[in-house]
């Protein structure tokens, strides 16, 4: 058969799927995201019925997906909200990568695996997913909560830490002197600044650009300019996500609201694509040598990432069913951890760590989901209200 026949045939097939996973979510009133990681797994790599073909196409799609998601969650905020948050986050961003660094660090040297190995895997544990907390905000319908701000500080530190700590890990992986990973570092911070000064000084320029009142013109330029920045920063050692998000945040107006308009089937269609994609390149196989240390780390991160949200919503002043709805959405690990443990792997590090980060990350990246939607339970709503009244009347008795 011809193979052009076979790559539109396998990707008909998937896509049609998705599209079914998603209609029995919906019925399930869950996430979509564990559903179609399972299907993933599969048809992917070791899986039941692998598909061959269309790989390209996936990941790419995958990658854009991730850029879309990030870039709708900048047009939800403006530059003075962003600074704002960053400035008052200070504190949760060093908490949450103390918190949950340290385990990573801490079971690389558990198994082992030496200094430069805890590295990594601190890395690995660190970074939550932007992508996969986006889409879940969202399938929540959580974008405009009170909490969610704090959330989006979070990953957005975490994303900048990464500009600079991806550049120190592969200095360290390929032994470089001093001044090649100094330089490295430099180029990575120069990269931020200037995405940072066009964001936040130039926004109204930005929106001018891609501005137009026909639907097609406008998508053309807001996607294109997203992709362009999205490049550049990742070419430069900066987040794709990062450059992305703060293309959003500097769009404003009218031409945030029709780009958003515009944007959102493309959104839905390649994130579905990211989640496929992660599944696809999975083999179950690779995740079971690693499967115990992978649920002991993932249980310990998942009590850092959810006291690391609880603690910095209450220094926001959120309420306490907010602070526990920022805890639970910052649980899932992806794009980062699996970038982290590519990198190290192809150095020639060792390869029992890509196995425990694959299946650590996938274990995140299903459980979050439903841990996320643990703060709407009617019990667990009843149980805040009563803690957050109890709160009140000592405030109130301290008060008088």
Do not use: C
Not at 205 to 218: D, G, I, R
Not at 284 to 313: E, F, R, W
Request: hydrophobic letters at 60%; glycine letters at 10%.
């Amino acid at each position: 058969m011809d193979e052009d026949a076979v790559a539109l045939i396998e990707l008909g097939i998937l896509l049609f799927g998705i599209g079914l996973l998603g209609r029995l979510s919906s019925r399930l009133g869950i996430s979509p995201i564990p559903l179609i990681l399972i299907g993933g797994l599969a048809f992917g790599e070791g899986g039941i019925f692998p598909f061959s073909a269309g790989g390209e196409f996936i990941e790419i799609g995958a990658e854009i997906g991730v850029i879309l998601l990030l870039v709708m969650l900048g047009l939800e905020y403006n530059a003075s909200e962003l600074v704002g948050n960053l400035r008052t986050s200070k504190t949760a961003g060093f908490l949450d990568m103390v918190l949950n660094a340290v385990p990573g660090a801490a079971i690389a040297l558990l198994l082992g695996w030496g200094p430069i190995s805890a590295v990594v895997m601190a890395g690995i544990t660190w970074a939550s997913s932007s992508g996969v907390i986006a889409k879940m905000l969202q399938d929540l319908g959580r974008l405009s909560n009170r909490e969610t701000p704090v959330v989006l500080a979070i990953l957005v530190i975490e994303d900048l830490a990464m500009a600079f700590y991806l550049p120190i890990m592969v200095a360290l992986l390929l032994h470089m002197d001093l001044a090649r990973g100094t330089a490295a570092v430099l180029i990575a911070l120069v990269a931020v600044l200037v995405i940072l000064f066009v964001a936040l000084r130039h926004g109204r320029l930005v929106s001018k650009l891609v501005w137009s009142k026909e639907a097609e013109v406008l998508l053309l330029s807001a996607l294109g300019l997203t992709l362009l920045v999205a490049g550049i920063a990742a070419q430069a050692n900066v987040s794709a996500a990062v450059g992305a998000f703060l293309v959003g945040i500097a769009i404003s107006g009218p031409a945030a609201e029709h780009a958003e308009r515009v944007l959102t089937p493309l959104r839905d269609l390649f994130a579905s694509v990211f989640f496929l994609f992660f599944g696809l390149s999975t083999d179950p196989a690779d995740l079971v040598p690693m499967l115990i240390p992978a649920v002991v780390l993932g249980v310990v991160t998942t009590a850092t990432k959810i006291l690391t949200g609880y603690l910095s919503a209450r220094k926001a002043g959120i309420g306490e069913a907010g602070r526990w709805r920022a805890g639970f959405a910052l649980v899932p690990r992806g794009e980062f951890s699996i970038v982290i443990a590519g990198l190290a792997v192809s150095t020639g590090l060792n390869g029992s760590l890509a196995a425990l980060a694959t299946a650590y990350v996938f274990i995140t990246i299903i459980v979050g989901p439903f841990l996320a939607r643990i703060p709407d339970a009617k019990g667990f709503t009843a149980w805040t209200r009563r803690v957050q009244a109890a709160r009140n009347a000592r405030a109130r008795a301290a008060a008088s």
